[in-house]
């Protein structure tokens, strides 16, 4: 299933980067705050289900995405960096895992089971003292 994200729907905010960077992080807003919405989202039912019901520390409980990019000096990068984060998250969402079929074991792997169990125990029968 191929999915579009609407970058319409995604709100980028610039915001100063933290940590390290000389004079240039205390002038320069090069970090982006991605906000998505995924209730008032386009995407389909099924992948916004799965999105708010993820373990996703980036995923509020108002069911908002909120993803910091800062690792690229520059706005533009960040900017890319978050809507490919953000991609990422979506396609995750998106994949649905095969469902388990239950198996049983073949009656000769139940008899080789037991049959080397019973082996064993023979073994270990013969190891006890012997009685006169």
């Known amino acids: 299933m191929t999915i579009t994200l609407n970058e319409s729907e995604v709100e980028i ?9 000389g004079q240039n992080v205390n002038k320069v807003s090069n970090a982006v705050h991605l906000r998505f919405d995924v ?4 995407l389909p039912d099924e992948v ?3 999105l708010l019901t993820m373990r996703d520390q980036r995923v ?5 995405i909120v993803i910091k990019a800062q690792k690229h ?6 900017r890319e960096d978050g809507l490919t ?16 079929r239950p198996t049983k074991p073949s009656r000769s792997s ?22 006169e």
């Open 60 to 64: 509020s409980s108002d069911g908002v």
């Open 73 to 78: 000096r520059s706005l533009e990068r960040n």
């Open 13 to 21: 905010l610039a915001i100063r980067a933290q940590g390290t960077g």
């Open 110 to 131: 139940q008899k080789k089971r037991i049959d080397s169990k019973v082996k064993r125990g023979q073994v270990k029968l013969l190891r006890s003292r012997v009685s």
């Open 39 to 42: 209730t008032a989202s386009s």
């Open 48 to 50: 916004k289900a799965r």
């Open 85 to 100: 984060r953000l991609r990422e998250l979506i396609a995750a969402a998106a994949f649905t895992p095969t469902k388990r």
